[in-house]
Nanobody, 118 residues
Framework: QVQLVESGGGLVQPGGSLRLSCAAS????????MSWYRQAPGKERELVAR????????YYTNSVKGRFTISRDNAKNTLYLQMNSLKPEDTALYYC???????????WGQGTQVTVSS
């Protein structure tokens, strides 16, 4: 069955960095677009970044452009999110998701918490 398992979250000071990972299994990872979302308490879930199946296409929401980098290693079936210059407003539960061929996100991980605080 399809599984997505995030890791790498934690507590970091403002200006710090974290690298999130999403280990995928149960499907042909290299055939699918993948996404990172986040949800802060009391807020709606928002798309943070998306990457094409081959890793060439990328999209970022405006608030993270220039600070976050999405990447993937198709040989390792793993999705990454490198987060630099972190701000308190980046605090959220971060999820990875598989983009289905129908254009929706059909499988989600359980999330990894990122807290940016001094």
């Amino acid at each position: 069955q399809v599984q997505l398992v995030e890791s790498g979250g934690g507590l970091v000071q403002p200006g710090g960095s974290l690298r999130l990972s999403c280990a995928a299994s149960g499907f042909t990872f290299s055939s699918y677009f993948m996404s990172w979302y986040r949800q802060a308490p009391g807020k709606e879930r928002e798309l943070v970044a998306r990457i094409g199946a081959g890793g060439i296409f990328t999209y970022y929401t405006n608030s993270v452009k220039g600070r976050f980098t999405i990447s993937r290693d198709n040989a390792k079936n793993t999705l990454y999110l490198q987060m630099n210059s972190l701000k308190p407003e980046d605090t959220a539960l971060y999820y990875c998701a598989r983009r289905s061929t129908l254009g929706d996100d059909d499988y989600w991980g359980q999330g990894t918490q990122v807290t940016v605080s001094s």
